[in-house]
């Protein structure tokens, strides 16, 4: 999972930074950071969001194809 990909998450379900930490279990600073470009998602991180959000392949695949569309 990209930043990109991780910031999008958060912006379609409609969540702040802050709800979207407390949702996932991160810090509001790590989503922050991530979302600037100054951190990575990790594999672990990346796993919170995707179980947070109910996310398998297929699902997270869908996402990456609609971000990817309007490039």
Known sequence: MTSNQFAMI???AG???QQFAD???VSP???N???R???LV???TAALVRSAFGLDADKLAQIIAVQNYFK
Request: charged share 40%.
């Open 42 to 44: 990790t594999a672990r």
């Open 23 to 25: 949702k996932t279990g």
């Open 15 to 17: 969540l702040t930074r």
């Open 37 to 39: 470009g100054e951190r």
């Open 10 to 12: 958060r912006r379609v």
């Open 33 to 35: 950071a991530i979302e």
């Open 29 to 31: 600073q790590l989503v």
